[in-house]
């Protein structure tokens, strides 16, 4: 069981908050990935402080930081987009912010926005809709494939060394 928490402690996926950290299902399931060690931040299309006095139906974020509290995620790991594409996957600033990174995978409700992460060549970032019912067996599979590349890359790594 160490060796599995050691190849969760390398993941690092990205979770929206509206509609997806804010349910409670993802809260649980966040909280276990938590657990394995796994790096969670969220990354939301809501306003950062210096910008929220703009989303005048809810100019707060404390919501959002409660949920964090609840589930174990510090603030400094929330990326607030300020609403930057939020309408057009052309321009969408989640698909913009994971170009690039060695993030796994992205939880969010929007399909739009997830569509938007196959316009970039450099996103990896495997998409996963949790509106869909299979969401978490999503993931799975997701965790299942990363796992097993990264037992194999050790294995080759280890055949490598013998051979020297």
Not at 81 to 106: F, I, P, Q, S
Not at 146 to 156: F, I, K, Q, S, T
Request: aromatic share 10%.
């Amino acid at each position: 069981m160490d060796e599995l928490k050691d190849v969760y402690e390398t993941i690092t996926i990205t979770v929206d908050f509206d509609n997806t950290l804010s349910r409670l299902d993802v809260q649980e399931y966040v909280k276990e990935l938590i657990n394995l060690g796994v790096d969670v931040h969220v990354l939301t299309m809501r306003y950062d402080e210096l910008h929220k006095h703009k989303w005048t139906a809810d100019p707060t974020n404390d919501d959002l930081y409660a949920v964090l509290y609840n589930v174990g995620i510090p603030r400094h790991k929330v990326r607030f987009c300020n609403m930057e594409g939020w309408d057009t996957k052309e321009d969408n600033a989640k698909a913009k912010y994971l170009r690039g990174t060695n993030v796994l995978l992205h939880i969010d409700d929007s399909a739009e926005e997830l569509m938007s992460f196959e316009l970039y060549d450099d996103n990896k970032v495997v998409p996963i809709q949790v509106e869909d019912t299979n969401w978490k067996y999503n993931c799975g599979t997701v965790f299942a494939n990363y796992v097993n590349e990264y037992n194999r890359r050790l294995w080759e790594e280890d055949q490598q060394t013998q051979n020297n």
